[in-house]
């Protein structure tokens, strides 16, 4: 008899997925940034990826958020204040799932622009709050905190890349309860469609 997961064990599942997929890329993108560390840029998933489990599980997202800067100052090698800057200044993009809940999931994935503007929000955030916590700290003067948003401008335009493309795919850019919601009630219209051909 096929056992199905409770929603607890499935969003569990998923978001150990989503963290998975995190550390493995971003620990590869880290090693390359080590290798080229002569190029002013780096691109990093973590933006897009944490965007992604907003949309799906809101703050949960807020989890890969902190591994990701866990994650970039591992592989790197970052000293204390390193951790606090990218753990801690990732969690400000939680403030763009104010912004999601207020239009709602299912507009924001229907629409490219609304979906272009949730990554693009997620990913400055994440920016912007790394900027103000190195200048809290004084780890940069606080003139510098939009330097921040310039050196990692290409892992914004990669996160709206990447939306754009899984914003197409069924269930992946979308509300988990809602989408557990209209499969279940695809299935149930599927099976009394069953009945009643048969």
């Not at 995190?22 to 990093?44: D, G, K, M, N, T």
């Not at 799932?97 to 990913?123: D, F, Q």
């Not at 401008?153 to 939306?163: N, P």
Request: hydrophobic share 55%.
């Amino acid at each position: 008899m096929e056992r199905r997961l409770n929603f607890g064990q499935y969003r569990a599942m998923d978001l150990t997925i989503f963290a998975v997929l995190l550390i493995v890329f971003e620990s590869l993108a880290s090693r390359a940034a080590i290798h080229f560390s002569s190029q002013p840029y780096f691109i990093s998933v973590v933006p897009a990826i944490v965007c992604i489990v907003f949309m799906r599980w809101g703050m949960f997202g807020c989890i890969h958020a902190a591994l990701g800067g866990l994650v970039y100052c591992i592989s790197t090698r970052g000293g204390a204040v390193h951790f606090l800057i990218y753990m801690v200044g990732n969690l400000l993009s939680a403030m763009a799932v104010p912004y999601l809940r207020r239009i709602g999931p299912a507009k924001v994935r229907g629409s490219v622009a609304l979906s272009l503007v949730m990554a693009v929000l997620v990913s400055f955030l994440m920016q912007i709050g790394r900027g103000i916590v190195a200048a809290i700290v004084g780890h940069i003067q606080p003139r510098m905190v939009f330097s921040f948003v310039l050196t990692d401008v290409i892992s914004g335009l990669f996160a709206v890349v990447i939306v754009l493309i899984v914003r197409r795919l069924d269930g992946v850019f979308e509300d988990q309860r809602s989408y557990l919601r209209r499969i279940n009630e695809e299935e149930a219209k599927d099976k009394e469609e069953g009945f009643d051909e048969g």
